[in-house]
């Protein structure tokens, strides 16, 4: 059986990973951090970390593609996208007033996850603009906290799952920005990875490390891929951390390695001067409901 690496019981992350395996048996091992997600797979401990890379209304999860790209080498076997549905959580009857209403008024400080948090910040400003935001691991770490602390006016921001998990209330349902809030996963680990379902296609991401004083390389880097008509879906630039204004360019090629334009493409570019990180080629998985609102 897979032994797979995961944020707590009750995370978006969590609920993602059993949407992805569907009724498959697996051994799933939770850890608080994402950085022990990570380790438990590089040091072998188990086959694969889930790790959420994209999401809709906060765009890149800048820590985790910097894990992927300077801390450990994983690379990436699969790639699917999920709904981040984040509720306002308590305990139950704290934010109500005698009539059974609901009552913000109470609420003191709302603790989540820094991505979770940022997904609702339009609800927080027009209900709560005066609690205090505290970013903690996990949104199921949050609700924890709240589960232990009651009475002092915290309140969660987390999944249905997470509130189940903990014996908590949903307060209000549904509180992000936009309601097609999607975070985009990638599962990591050594081995490829066969799941008995279709994916709608293949992706390969890689790292291009650009050569010091060379008009147009970019250009010339995007140009390899163009001429040959393969489609990117994303480039993004991080910085290498070796030497301000040095960056690296995660991008995503809608082909598998194994086509026979892409490692020509590849080619190209290192005869540039280019340093080429192949970070993984892999199957992706769209969800149903996304596919439908974004036609
Ligand atoms: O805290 C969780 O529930 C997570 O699974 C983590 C995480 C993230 O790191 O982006 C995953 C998806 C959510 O949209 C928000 C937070």
């Not at 694969?48 to 765009?59: L, R």
């Not at 704290?94 to 209403?101: A, L, V």
């Amino acid at each position: 059986m897979k032994s797979i690496a995961v944020l707590p019981q009750g995370t978006v992350s969590h609920e993602a990973l059993l949407h992805l395996f569907g009724g498959e048996p697996v051994s799933i091992v939770h850890h608080k951090l994402i950085s022990d997600v990570f380790l438990s797979t590089a040091g072998g401990t188990t086959d694969y970390s889930v790790i959420p890379i994209e999401n809709t209304i906060d765009g890149s999860v800048s820590l985790h593609i910097d894990w992927l790209i300077n801390e450990v080498n994983l690379p990436m076997q699969a790639e699917w996208i999920f709904p981040s549905i984040q509720n306002l959580i308590g305990h139950p009857g704290e934010f109500k007033n005698s009539s059974g209403e609901k009552d913000y008024s109470g609420i003191r400080k709302i603790l989540s996850h820094p991505v979770a948090m940022a997904q609702c910040l339009q609800f927080i400003r027009a209900h709560v603009p005066w609690a205090e935001l505290e970013s903690v691991g996990s949104t199921s770490e949050a609700v924890e906290i709240v589960k232990n602390n009651p009475g002092r006016g915290w309140a969660a921001i987390g999944t249905a799952l997470g509130a189940a998990t903990h014996g908590l209330e949903i307060v209000e349902r549904k509180i992000t920005d936009h309601h097609n809030n999607y975070t985009r996963f990638v599962l990591v680990g050594p081995q490829k990875l066969s799941l008995p379902k279709k994916s709608s296609g293949d992706k390969t991401s890689i790292l291009v490390t650009l050569p010091e004083d060379f008009p147009g390389a970019l250009h010339q880097v995007l140009a390899a891929f163009a001429w040959r008509r393969l489609n990117l879906s994303r480039i993004e630039s991080r910085p290498t951390k070796k030497k301000l204004g040095t960056y690296y360019f995660y991008i995503d090629v809608l082909e598998p390695i194994e086509s026979v334009l892409l490692p020509a493409a590849i080619e190209e570019i290192k005869a540039l001067g280019c340093q080429v990180r192949i970070l993984g080629s892999y199957p992706t998985y769209t969800y149903e409901e996304e596919k439908a609102e974004v036609q």
